[in-house]
């Protein structure tokens, strides 16, 4: 024998009405920020944790810390990337012979890093829009667009936000400032991983002249270690696409 209660409309409206308003009081953003800062701090294993004072309840450590074991497993705080000899002697490295004798790079590990960053780059050029199509948020209407706004930034959140912006060049318009800082980090990201890659390269396969290996005639190179030929590797793949009449792995599984 079953039971069904048929909701009270009345009852229902105001308690949409009541959550309506305690979502607008203050805006995603707004209450983000801290969750934000110390979710940095703890994946990135607590440092400073004497002098750093927490803004969260207890229990919000607790969850970011089961965070920081799942979610963020693959990340490595940069502590643990980098290991310097000596820190001031890195900072003034120009070539990579000077910097290997002052500090070790842990290369599997910065590219768990890279391929986080790679995995959010993928995720907003390739999934975002299709998600937000079908939930009927890619182009709202003006009232519904505005609705969103007001609740994600908020006046407060998005004016403190607008005038940071703004301090960085005064006489220059807002929507320039943003347009210019964004295809700046955009460049800057798609450059970086082949830019890594190159540095990985010359890091690894680097000899120095003193160890034998390297015989040099003034500065011309005349014997030099023959480096170990690529490993060859055979790929599933999941997803790719068409680009500049070349065909472009997007997703791929190691099969052998």
Same mark, same amino acid.
Request: proline share 5%; glycine share 4%.
């Given at each position: ?9 009345? !009852? ?23 969750? @934000? =800062? ?9 440092? =400073? %944790? ?11 450590? =607790? ?8 979610i963020y497993k693959s ?10 000899? =000596? ?9 990579? %012979? ?6 070790t790079i842990d290369w599997? +590990?910065?590219?768990?890093?890279? %391929? ?18 079908? @939930? ?13 706004? +007001? ?10 936000? !607008?005038? @940071? ?38 890091? @690894? ?52």
């Amino acid at each position: 024998m079953g039971y069904h209660f048929q909701l009270d409309k009345t !009852l229902q409206e105001r308690a949409t009405d009541k959550l309506r308003k305690m979502l607008f009081r203050k805006s995603l953003m707004e209450r983000w920020e801290p969750v @934000e =800062n110390e979710t940095k701090w703890v994946i990135t294993g607590r440092p =400073n %944790a004497k002098h750093h004072k927490k803004i969260l309840p207890e229990y919000c450590y =607790n969850i970011l810390e089961l965070h920081r074991r799942t979610i963020y497993k693959s990340f490595t705080p940069l502590s643990e990337v980098l290991t310097f000899k =000596n820190k001031r002697r890195a900072l003034k490295c120009k070539t990579v %012979a000077e910097a290997r004798k002052v500090m070790t790079i842990d290369w599997d +590990k910065l590219g768990t890093v890279f %391929a986080m960053g790679e995995r959010c780059q993928m995720f907003f050029e390739q999934e975002l829009a299709p998600m937000l199509k079908r @939930e009927g948020l890619l182009k709202p209407s003006k009232k519904r667009g505005d609705e969103m706004l +007001k609740l994600i930034c908020g006046d407060r959140w998005l004016a403190k936000k !607008l005038a @940071e912006i703004q301090a960085q060049e005064p006489g220059k318009p807002v929507g320039e400032i943003v347009e210019t800082d964004f295809n700046k980090m955009s460049g800057t990201t798609q450059k970086a991983i082949p830019e890594w890659h190159q540095k990985a390269s010359e890091w @690894e396969a680097f000899h120095d002249p003193k160890d034998g290996k390297v015989k040099l005639d003034g500065e011309n190179v005349t014997q030099f270690p023959k480096l170990p030929d690529f490993q060859q590797v055979t790929l599933k793949v999941l997803r790719w696409e068409e680009k500049d009449k070349r065909f472009v792995i997007k997703d791929a599984e190691l099969v052998a």
